[in-house]
């Protein structure tokens, strides 16, 4: 029986350019997004590779996450909690920061990867993978990026945490480094942002997370050293 992989955030950006290699290499797929039309789309070109479900909906919503696991049908080797949502665009100072917008960029960001985490848990094999994908801005001090940066630090602390509590899983926080992806390019309007990598580059140290014996811990994409 080939391994299922849950995806959040897959139908652009690094969560689809995973779905995609996972996908060639055999793992079965659950994937989600908020926009359907895309999602859509990912879920019939993935379909020609392997056997994928697609959920359309926001993993903040407790009905959705309930129907990820179900789709999963019993067993997730590994979970990548990838969707995010970046806040205001450009990104305010914190002094200015809306609260009621802070607390959605938490829910998303924080929460909704912890809810997905605790429901998944019981479907997880000993061995299994629980990656949450986080920035650079949660250990640098960025200005104009407290929101997003202060979310990702929190889950990087969940994510240690996690690990402590569960020493059979592997329990990652990957930091894929700056990608031309249509977030990224929310967080600075109107700037040319050609020159960072495509997400696809990212790929490679991520599948060497779920598919090696890495220990749990914080990895930088650019850190890992991929086997030729």
């Given at each position: 029986m080939p391994p299922t992989a849950l995806i959040t955030g897959a139908s652009r950006g690094l969560g689809l350019a995973l779905a995609r290699a996972l996908a060639e290499r055999g793992w079965r797929l659950v994937i989600d997004a908020r926009g359907a039309d895309a999602l859509h789309d990912a879920d019939r070109e993935l379909a020609r590779l392997t056997d994928v479900v697609a959920v359309s909906g926001d993993v903040a919503d407790d009905w959705h996450r309930a129907a990820l696991i179900e789709a999963a049908g019993g067993r997730i080797d590994a979970l990548?909690?990838?969707?995010?949502?970046?806040?205001?665009?450009?990104?305010?100072?914190?002094?200015?920061?809306p609260l009621d917008v802070l607390r959605d960029v938490f829910h998303v960001n924080v929460l909704a990867p912890l809810a997905l985490v605790q429901v998944a848990l019981p479907h997880i094999p000993a061995g299994g993978r629980i990656v949450n994908v986080t920035s650079d801005a949660a250990v640098e001090a960025y200005e104009g990026w407290g929101g997003y940066g202060s979310s990702k630090a929190m889950v990087e602390q969940l994510t240690r945490i996690l690990a402590v509590e569960h020493p059979d899983l592997h329990v990652y926080a990957f930091d894929p480094g700056d990608m031309n992806t249509a977030m990224h390019q929310a967080a600075f309007p109107g700037e040319d942002i050609s020159d960072r990598p495509p997400p696809e580059d990212s790929v490679p140290p991520l599948l060497e997370l779920l598919e090696g014996d890495l220990p749990s811990g914080r990895y930088r994409a650019a850190d890992l050293v991929v086997p030729s």
């Amino acid at each position: 029986m080939p391994p299922t992989a849950l995806i959040t955030g897959a139908s652009r950006g690094l969560g689809l350019a995973l779905a995609r290699a996972l996908a060639e290499r055999g793992w079965r797929l659950v994937i989600d997004a908020r926009g359907a039309d895309a999602l859509h789309d990912a879920d019939r070109e993935l379909a020609r590779l392997t056997d994928v479900v697609a959920v359309s909906g926001d993993v903040a919503d407790d009905w959705h996450r309930a129907a990820l696991i179900e789709a999963a049908g019993g067993r997730i080797d590994a979970l990548v909690n990838n969707a995010s949502l970046l806040g205001p665009s450009p990104q305010p100072a914190l002094a200015d920061y809306p609260l009621d917008v802070l607390r959605d960029v938490f829910h998303v960001n924080v929460l909704a990867p912890l809810a997905l985490v605790q429901v998944a848990l019981p479907h997880i094999p000993a061995g299994g993978r629980i990656v949450n994908v986080t920035s650079d801005a949660a250990v640098e001090a960025y200005e104009g990026w407290g929101g997003y940066g202060s979310s990702k630090a929190m889950v990087e602390q969940l994510t240690r945490i996690l690990a402590v509590e569960h020493p059979d899983l592997h329990v990652y926080a990957f930091d894929p480094g700056d990608m031309n992806t249509a977030m990224h390019q929310a967080a600075f309007p109107g700037e040319d942002i050609s020159d960072r990598p495509p997400p696809e580059d990212s790929v490679p140290p991520l599948l060497e997370l779920l598919e090696g014996d890495l220990p749990s811990g914080r990895y930088r994409a650019a850190d890992l050293v991929v086997p030729s």
